[in-house]
C-alpha cells in the first residue's frame, strides 16, 4: 500500500512541476501583447501558490505519513490544477483567434471601402469623358448632311462607346451584389409600357443588323405590378442584347412574354428569349452564368463580350425572387427562359398611377448646373434641339442663387450634378427645398452626373431631388425624364390655390 500512496504523491509533484512550467510559458506569452497592462505581476502569483503546493508534496512525501485519502487528494489537486491549465490555454487560444477574425474583418471592411472608392472614383473620372464622347457623338448624328461614310464612323465610335459603358455599368453592378449592396425598389409600374420599351430597342439593334424581331404576348400580363422595373428592364435587355449580339444576319430573335401562374396577390410571369445564333456546347451551361466566363475565346474577339452580364443578370434574377434557366445547342441557338413572381399594384395604387405625359419640352426653360463646360455645352444643345432655353450655373451656389431670384413659375425643371466646387448638389437641393420660394417644393430636381452607385442613387433622392440619372445618359431617357417630372409638376402647380 506505501508503494502507491509514494507513487501517488510524487506522480501528482510531478505533474506540479509540469504545471509551474506550463505556467510560467503562458506567463511570456501573455506579458508580450501590449494589450496587457503594465502592472504584471499578478501573472506570478499562481506560479507562487504553485511551487508552494509542490513543496508542500514533497515534504509529505519525504517527512510525513500520509493515509491513501491524503494522497488521493494530492495527486487530485495536481489533476485539477493540469485540467484548469489546459481550459486555461483553450480559452486563450479561442480569445486570439476571435481577436484575428475580428482584426481580419476590419482590415476587409477597410479593404472593401477602399475597393469601393476607387470604383466610384474611377467610374466618375470614366463616365466625365464618356459623357462628352457620346454627347457630341449623338449631336453629330442628328445633324444633317452627312456623308455615308461619316455617318458609319459616327455610328461605330457610338457603338463602342456604349459597349464601354455597359461594361462599366456591370462591373459596378458586381460589385454592388458582392458587397450586398444591391438594393431593389418597390414601385407601381405598367408591364405594358415596359416591354413596348423593351421593343423599340430590340427591333432597332435587329434591323441594324439585319435579323427578325418577333414579339408576342397574352393578353393577361397586360397589368400594374409593383416592383423594381428598371432592374426589370437592365435583365431582359441584357438577355436580348446578348441573342441579338450572337446571332449573324439572316437570323431570327424571339421574345414571348405569357402568364405561368396567378394568385390572388400576385403573377408569375414567363419572359423567353431566343435566337438563331451560335449557340453553346452542353458542358460550358453549367459555367455561363459565372463571373468572365466565356466558352471560346475566338468568339469573344469576333462578337465581344466581357463575361459579365449574363452573371449580372442571373444575379438581378435572383434578387427578384425568380429563376433563369437556359437550353442551347452549339450552331443551332439559345433560349433563356425567366421566370418572374410580380406582385400586384393594389387598385387604390393603380388609380394613383400617371397617365403617359403628353408634353412637349419646347418652351420650357430648364436650369443646368453642371461644372465642366464641356458636359454642359452637350446638354444644353440636346435640349435646344427639342426647344427648351436653358440657364447654366457652374456651382450648386449660383444655381442656388439663380433659383431663388426667380418668377414663380420661369424655371420648369433643374437638372443637377452632384460633385461641383463651392457648393455640391446634393447641398444645393436641400436648401432650395428647404427655401421659401414657391416653386420650391414641386420644381422637378433630377441628379445628371457620373456617380452611378446605389448610395449615389439614394442620396440623391433623399436630399430632395426626384430622380437620378447616370452620366452619360441616353438623350431620349433624358428627355422623358424631363416630361415626366415637368407634367408632374405643372398638374401640382395648376391644382395650387
Same mark, same amino acid.
Given at each position: 500500500?506505501?508503494?502507491?500512496?509514494?507513487?501517488?504523491?510524487?506522480?501528482?509533484?510531478?505533474?506540479?512541476?509540469?504545471?509551474?512550467?506550463?505556467?510560467?510559458?503562458?506567463?511570456?506569452?501573455?506579458?508580450?501583447?501590449?494589450?496587457?497592462?503594465?502592472?504584471?505581476?499578478?501573472?506570478?502569483?499562481?506560479?507562487?501558490?504553485?511551487?508552494?503546493?509542490?513543496?508542500?508534496?514533497?515534504?509529505?512525501?519525504?517527512?510525513?505519513?500520509?493515509?491513501?485519502?491524503?494522497?488521493?487528494?494530492?495527486?487530485?489537486?495536481?489533476?485539477?490544477?493540469?485540467?484548469?491549465?489546459?481550459?486555461?490555454?483553450?480559452?486563450?487560444?479561442?480569445?486570439?483567434?476571435?481577436?484575428?477574425?475580428?482584426?481580419?474583418?476590419?482590415?476587409?471592411?477597410?479593404?472593401?471601402?477602399?475597393?469601393?472608392?476607387?470604383?466610384?472614383?474611377?467610374?466618375?473620372?470614366?463616365?466625365?469623358?464618356?459623357?462628352?464622347?457620346?454627347?457630341?457623338?449623338?449631336?453629330?448624328?442628328?445633324?444633317?448632311?452627312?456623308?455615308?461614310?461619316?455617318?458609319?464612323?459616327?455610328?461605330?465610335?457610338?457603338?463602342?462607346?456604349?459597349?464601354?459603358?455597359?461594361?462599366?455599368?456591370?462591373?459596378?453592378?458586381?460589385?454592388?451584389?458582392?458587397?450586398?449592396?444591391?438594393?431593389?425598389?418597390?414601385?407601381?409600374?405598367?408591364?405594358?409600357?415596359?416591354?413596348?420599351?423593351?421593343?423599340?430597342?430590340?427591333?432597332?439593334?435587329?434591323?441594324?443588323?439585319?435579323?427578325?424581331?418577333?414579339?408576342?404576348?397574352?393578353?393577361?400580363?397586360?397589368?400594374?405590378?409593383?416592383?423594381?422595373?428598371?432592374?426589370?428592364?437592365?435583365?431582359?435587355?441584357?438577355?436580348?442584347?446578348?441573342?441579338?449580339?450572337?446571332?449573324?444576319?439572316?437570323?431570327?430573335?424571339?421574345?414571348?412574354?405569357?402568364?405561368?401562374?396567378?394568385?390572388?396577390?400576385?403573377?408569375?410571369?414567363?419572359?423567353?428569349?431566343?435566337?438563331?445564333?451560335?449557340?453553346?456546347?452542353?458542358?460550358?451551361?453549367?459555367?455561363?452564368?459565372?463571373?468572365?466566363?466565356?466558352?471560346?475565346?475566338?468568339?469573344?474577339?469576333?462578337?465581344?463580350?466581357?463575361?459579365?452580364?449574363?452573371?449580372?443578370?442571373?444575379?438581378?434574377?435572383?434578387?427578384?425572387?425568380?429563376?433563369?434557366?437556359?437550353?442551347?445547342?452549339?450552331?443551332?441557338?439559345?433560349?433563356?427562359?425567366?421566370?418572374?413572381?410580380?406582385?400586384?399594384?393594389?387598385?387604390?395604387?393603380?388609380?394613383?398611377?400617371?397617365?403617359?405625359?403628353?408634353?412637349?419640352?419646347?418652351?420650357?426653360?430648364?436650369?443646368?448646373?453642371?461644372?465642366?463646360?464641356?458636359?454642359?455645352?452637350?446638354?444644353?444643345?440636346?435640349?435646344?434641339?427639342?426647344?427648351?432655353?436653358?440657364?447654366?450655373?457652374?456651382?450648386?451656389?449660383?444655381?442656388?442663387?439663380?433659383?431663388?431670384?426667380?418668377?414663380?413659375?420661369?424655371? @420648369? =425643371?433643374? #437638372?443637377?450634378?452632384?460633385?461641383?466646387?463651392? &457648393?455640391?448638389?446634393? !447641398?444645393?437641393? /436641400?436648401? %432650395?427645398?428647404?427655401?421659401?420660394?414657391?416653386?420650391?417644393?414641386?420644381?422637378?430636381?433630377?441628379?445628371?452626373?457620373?456617380?452611378?452607385?446605389?448610395?449615389?442613387?439614394?442620396?440623391?433622392?433623399?436630399?430632395?431631388? @426626384? =430622380?437620378? #440619372?447616370?452620366?452619360?445618359?441616353?438623350?431620349? &431617357?433624358?428627355?422623358? !425624364?424631363?416630361? /415626366?417630372? %415637368?407634367?408632374?409638376?405643372?398638374?401640382?402647380?395648376?391644382?395650387?390655390?
Amino acid at each position: 500500500m506505501n508503494w502507491i500512496i509514494n507513487g501517488m504523491i510524487y506522480l501528482g509533484a510531478a505533474l506540479m512541476v509540469y504545471n509551474i512550467w506550463g505556467f510560467l510559458q503562458f506567463t511570456k506569452q501573455i506579458q508580450q501583447q501590449e494589450s496587457v497592462s503594465k502592472e504584471r505581476t499578478f501573472l506570478y502569483i499562481p506560479i507562487v501558490l504553485l511551487v508552494f503546493f509542490l513543496i508542500g508534496y514533497l515534504m509529505v512525501a519525504l517527512f510525513g505519513k500520509p493515509t491513501l485519502i491524503i494522497a488521493g487528494i494530492l495527486f487530485g489537486g495536481s489533476i485539477f490544477v493540469f485540467i484548469m491549465y489546459i481550459t486555461l490555454l483553450r480559452v486563450t487560444d479561442i480569445v486570439r483567434n476571435n481577436e484575428r477574425l475580428e482584426a481580419e474583418l476590419i482590415a476587409a471592411e477597410e479593404s472593401n471601402r477602399a475597393k469601393n472608392s476607387f470604383l466610384a472614383t474611377v467610374s466618375h473620372e470614366m463616365r466625365t469623358p464618356m459623357n462628352v464622347i457620346i454627347g457630341l457623338d449623338t449631336l453629330a448624328l442628328k445633324s444633317g448632311n452627312l456623308s455615308p461614310e461619316t455617318k458609319d464612323y459616327l455610328e461605330k465610335i457610338g457603338a463602342s462607346a456604349h459597349h464601354l459603358l455597359d461594361l462599366i455599368n456591370n462591373i459596378l453592378d458586381i460589385n454592388s451584389i458582392e458587397n450586398g449592396s444591391l438594393e431593389m425598389v418597390n414601385e407601381p409600374f405598367l408591364l405594358h409600357d415596359s416591354l413596348e420599351q423593351l421593343n423599340a430597342i430590340s427591333e432597332t439593334l435587329c434591323n441594324r443588323k439585319g435579323l427578325t424581331y418577333q414579339f408576342s404576348a397574352e393578353d393577361e400580363v397586360n397589368h400594374r405590378y409593383i416592383g423594381d422595373e428598371l432592374r426589370l428592364k437592365q435583365m431582359l435587355l441584357s438577355l436580348l442584347d446578348n441573342a441579338v449580339k450572337y446571332t449573324n444576319a439572316p437570323g431570327t430573335v424571339s421574345f414571348s412574354v405569357s402568364l405561368e401562374a396567378r394568385s390572388e396577390q400576385s403573377d408569375t410571369i414567363r419572359f423567353v428569349i431566343s435566337d438563331t445564333g451560335i449557340g453553346m456546347d452542353e458542358d460550358f451551361l453549367p459555367k455561363l452564368f459565372t463571373v468572365f466566363s466565356r466558352e471560346d475565346s475566338r468568339s469573344t474577339s469576333s462578337y465581344g463580350g466581357s463575361g459579365l452580364s449574363l452573371a449580372v443578370t442571373k444575379r438581378i434574377v435572383e434578387q427578384l425572387n425568380g429563376t433563369i434557366h437556359v437550353d442551347s445547342r452549339k450552331n443551332q441557338g439559345s433560349t433563356f427562359t425567366v421566370l418572374l413572381p410580380l406582385e400586384k399594384a393594389p387598385e387604390t395604387v393603380v388609380e394613383t398611377l400617371e397617365p403617359e405625359p403628353d408634353i412637349s419640352l419646347n418652351g420650357k426653360r430648364i436650369l443646368i448646373a453642371e461644372d465642366i463646360p464641356e458636359n454642359a455645352e452637350i446638354v444644353i444643345d440636346l435640349l435646344e434641339l427639342e426647344g427648351a432655353s436653358t440657364d447654366h450655373a457652374v456651382n450648386g451656389a449660383i444655381a442656388l442663387d439663380y433659383f431663388l431670384k426667380s418668377e414663380p413659375g420661369y424655371y @420648369d =425643371a433643374i #437638372l443637377m450634378d452632384l460633385r461641383m466646387p463651392e &457648393m455640391d448638389g446634393l !447641398t444645393a437641393t /436641400k436648401k %432650395i427645398r428647404a427655401s421659401n420660394h414657391p416653386d420650391a417644393k414641386t420644381i422637378p430636381i433630377i441628379a445628371l452626373t457620373a456617380n452611378a452607385f446605389e448610395s449615389d442613387i439614394r442620396d440623391s433622392l433623399n436630399s430632395g431631388m @426626384d =430622380a437620378h #440619372l447616370a452620366k452619360p445618359a441616353d438623350s431620349d &431617357m433624358l428627355y422623358g !425624364t424631363l416630361k /415626366k417630372y %415637368i407634367y408632374r409638376h405643372l398638374t401640382e402647380r395648376s391644382d395650387r390655390p
